[in-house]
Each structure stands twice: as C-alpha cells, then as structure tokens.
C-alpha cells in the first residue's frame, strides 16, 4: 500500500514569512495526525483529525498555526507569522483508528532564518 | 497526563552485541505500547506494539520487547544486533482514555561494524 506522503521535504523560510505543509494520509486512514519534533526529541502531537473534524488540537499554537483536513482526507498545516523557534520536522501520520498503529510520512524538515 | 522515559539517549554497540533499551512510561491505566524506529532518511516506522495478552511481544527484524505493568517499563530487545540496526528508536504509550501518542526522546542506536 501505499504510505503517508508529504510535501514539501524541505523548507526554508525567513521569519515572519507564511509556510505550508501537506499532507496525504493512507486509503482508508480516517485518524490523521500532525506532530512537531524537534532536534533531539520525539515527536509531539499538534493536532488531530477523525474524518474531517479536529478532536484534539489542545497542543496546537493557535495564534499562528492552524490546520484543515476538507473532505477528511488531506490535510495542510500552516504557520503564519514564522518563528525562529518554529525550526522542526513537521511529521504527518495516519491510522484506521485512534488506538491504532500510526503510520508516518517523511516529514517536511523546516528552517527558518 | 502520560510521560515516556527513555534514559539512554544514545547507544555504541558492536555487531553480534546484545541490545536492550530502557523504556518507562508514567499512567496509572490501560495503555497501548509502542516501538518505532527510524533509519538514517526514513521515516519513523512500527517496529512492535502490545494492546493486550502475552507480555512478551515479537516484531520485525527480531526485536523483542517485555511489558512489565509493576515497573511501568517496555524494554526494547534483541539478542544480537547488525550493522543495519544503526537507527533511533522511540518508545511511545497510548492511553486508553487520552488517545494520545506520546513518545520518548528516542535514543540513537550507533551499531559498529
């Protein structure tokens, strides 16, 4: 089967600049994820999707970040204005259900300057 | 909330070594247990997981891994590693009633030829 696919791998940006993640999770796959990991850690929930509705974005920066997953199933994460501290991979992930296994793409690995 | 504690954040071994990773997670309730490993390049992938029954779980690549409720502990294992299981691995937990994946801090598994 096919697997989680992200774009773009890499971005850099200047600070206060707009950036855009996508995101297309595998057939099927109605949970879909967003993490953030940054250098030397593991992965951190942002937010996350069942079908097309957000159940849980506690963790999401919502003055600057926000996501949506119309029709239920790609999704786009956006961050607007860039931060300096937002330097990370920025990590997709889909699973048939909540408690199931997640699978992940490769990540969008963002700098910004 | 749940946390996940992996105390050795990297790890030298030589080929044919034995290999266990420590794994702690803090959450008093049913949770579902995960190991995911990522390859120089590649993105995160399921090495092993336990939802339920036999303790001792089997994975790819000959990895074990023992849940031990009493100690909150999912130690990583296998008996004798290659120069291909070079990767970080990451411990993560996914409590029943929170539904969210929380991982470790991985740790950077440098296996020497």
């Known amino acids: 089967e096919a697997g989680v696919v992200q774009s773009p791998r890499y971005k850099i940006i200047e600070k206060k600049q707009p950036v855009a993640f996508w995101c297309n999770p595998i057939?099927?796959?109605?949970?879909l994820y967003w993490y953030r990991q940054n250098l030397g850690q593991g992965p951190e929930l942002l937010i996350r999707y069942e079908n097309e509705e957000a159940v849980d974005d506690s963790q999401l920066p919502k003055d600057r970040f926000s996501a949506e997953r119309l029709k239920g199933v790609d999704s786009t994460l956006k961050i607007q204005p860039a931060e300096l501290g937002d330097s990370a991979v920025y990590l997709c992930?889909?699973?048939?259900?909540?408690?199931?296994?997640?699978?992940f793409g490769d990540g969008t690995r963002l700098s910004i300057l | 909330a749940q946390s996940v504690s992996q105390h050795n954040h990297h790890v030298i071994l030589s080929e044919a070594a034995s290999l266990e990773l420590g794994c702690n997670y803090s959450y008093g309730g049913t949770v579902n247990l995960f190991w995911y490993v990522q390859y120089p390049g590649q993105h995160l992938q399921l090495l092993l997981k336990?939802?339920?029954?036999?303790?001792l779980v089997k994975g790819i690549k000959g990895f074990e891994a023992e849940f031990i409720k009493s100690k909150f502990s999912f130690n990583l294992r296998k008996p004798s590693v290659q120069w291909s299981d070079t990767a970080e691995y990451f411990c993560a937990v996914n409590s029943g009633s929170a539904r969210q994946l929380t991982f470790g801090s991985g740790t950077q598994l440098t296996v020497l030829p």
């Open positions: 992930a889909s699973s048939l259900g909540p408690a199931g296994p997640q699978h």
């Open positions: 336990y939802f339920s029954g036999d303790p």
């Open positions: 057939s099927g796959h109605n949970t």
